[in-house]
């Protein structure tokens, strides 16, 4: 039992979205919350009417011995088409003169025949409708793929745990996964919201039908008869009982005693109806409301998309106590929503509703900064010229101690063609490093090589020659 509780409790609790990341907005949540709250609590107000009650009692009169009253009103209940004599006179008739008017008339202007089968079918349409509206929230919550939730981790809170690290971490993601890449998240909401007006238009048309043409004016038709003199009713008939007859004839056929059949006509009083012409009358003005919302609510949204004022505005006004300041910083922010795109600021509009208020104000500077080149410190302001040209040049050197700091090294196997061993410093001084310089090209070294065995060997054949000169002229000598 305590699991089933504890089952309905983090379900209701899901649907009406206690303590959770909000992903809508108000009017949105009247369509999917409020409309299938109040469709689903209509269908078991009428199903516990019709199970737990009688929907229908009918009296025979004089055949009322002869039949049996169940088997009697289960049938007109299920199977019979029921018309309202033209002549009855009672309650929920219009108490007029009908003597002119013959059956033919009645039945041509279809001012009597009311079917009976869709009564039965109440309790599920109007589940069905439930549903339906809950439709587009289902289409949103997967289009927007968790989004609000992954910025609202540990972020919600009075009290947020290491904040400047979550905050450089989500600007960090924003600019690289959303900025000028969510315009289908914007627009697809807006489809979503499109869709919400676009079924309570179709709700209507196929209520009507439904209801075989009574639906349309419904609501109207009801408000202008309570609103005429009691004496004037009278002699009108009420749109509900128009709607939903309280009071029917039904003919019930059965075989006699004698093998033919006979016919028992019986009066019903159809209780439930009592039930489903308010709820359908609660349905009409609800339905009517909210489509009157959604349609201007289309409207504000087109508006919306054509000025960067009202986007700018609609911010600030869930964060003016943060924005009341005319400071630089201030200013950044404010052309950053005015410049950036539809996706991005409808992103940053659904984070202000979520985040912690503070935080998100340090999270839209530090991400307006990103997108300003020319962002200087809002305390710059308020120092005279020169402190500001000191901390320009501190900034400056202390950008080329890191460029120098952070000089790329080459790798001891190839660097440009020379090894890390050439760049070895000794600690030669300049002169020497001129007077001695290194020879570092080893093709060179060979041809000098090379150039120095040849002059070698050319030596080495000039001795050969000057020795063979010798001999011949000894030689020369012995003949003489």
């Known amino acids: ?108 202007d279809r001012t009597s025949i009311v079917y009976n089968s869709y009564y039965q079918w109440v309790p599920l349409y109007l589940v069905m ?91 109207a038709k009801v408000l202008y008869y309570y609103r005429l003199p009691e004496e004037e009713q009278e002699s009108q008939k009420n749109p509900m009982c128009w709607t939903f007859p309280r009071i029917a004839s039904c003919d019930y056929w059965r075989w006699g005693s004698g093998g033919r059949q006979e016919n028992i006509n019986a009066i019903c009083v159809l209780a439930l109806n009592m039930i489903n012409d308010k709820v359908f009358l609660v349905l009409w003005f609800w339905f009517f409301l909210v489509s009157v919302i959604g349609v201007v609510r289309l409207a504000y949204r087109f508006v919306q998309t054509q000025s960067a004022s009202l986007r700018f505005q609609l911010i600030n006004m869930r964060m003016n106590r943060y924005f009341k300041r005319p400071t630089t910083k201030m200013a950044k922010i404010k052309s950053y929503l005015c ?20 935080f998100f104000f340090d999270f839209l500077s530090e991400l307006s900064m990103k997108y300003d ?25 202390t950008k080329m101690d890191d460029v120098d700091n952070t000089a790329p090294i080459c790798k001891e196997e190839d660097c440009c063609g020379f090894s890390a061993a050439d760049f070895d410093d000794d600690g030669d001084n300049l002169i020497e490093m001129l007077t001695q310089p290194k020879i570092r090209d080893d093709t060179d070294g060979k041809k000098k090589k090379e150039g120095d065995d040849d002059d070698d060997d050319d030596d080495g054949d000039e001795e050969d020659d000057d020795k063979g000169d010798k001999d011949d002229k000894k030689r020369k000598k012995e003949e003489r």
């Open 1 to 108: 039992m305590a699991d089933l509780i504890g089952t309905i409790t983090k379900v209701t609790n899901s649907f009406l979205e206690i303590n959770q990341i909000s992903i809508d907005n108000w009017s949105f949540k009247l369509f999917y919350k409020a409309t299938t709250s109040i469709l689903i609590a209509s269908s078991v107000l009428v199903v516990s009417t019709q199970f737990f009650g009688s929907p229908i009692q009918c009296d025979a009169g004089a055949a009322s011995d002869g039949v049996e009253k169940d088997v009697l009103e289960s049938y007109c209940w299920m199977y019979s088409s029921w018309s309202v004599p033209a002549k009855y006179k009672g309650v929920c008739s219009a108490n007029g003169d009908l003597s002119g008017i013959t059956h033919e008339e009645w039945h041509k």
């Open 373 to 397: 080149k020319e962002y200087y410190d809002e305390e710059d302001d308020e120092k005279p010229l020169m402190s500001q040209m000191e901390r320009t040049l501190k900034a400056s050197k």
């Open 129 to 219: 409708w439930a549903g339906l509206f809950y439709l587009p929230r289902l289409l949103w919550l997967m289009m927007e793929g968790g989004l609000m939730k992954f910025f609202g981790k540990g972020t919600t809170t009075r009290v947020i745990e290491d904040q400047e690290e979550k905050e450089k971490a989500l600007v960090k993601f924003f600019c690289r996964n959303v900025h000028n890449k969510y315009s289908i998240y914007f627009f697809g909401f807006i489809g979503c919201e499109v869709l919400n007006v676009f079924l309570v238009l179709i709700q209507f048309v196929l209520t009507n039908i439904f209801l075989h043409g009574r639906f349309n004016n419904y609501g």
């Open 339 to 358: 410049q950036c795109t539809l996706g991005d600021w409808f992103v940053l509009y659904q984070l202000s509703k979520n985040l912690n208020r503070p």
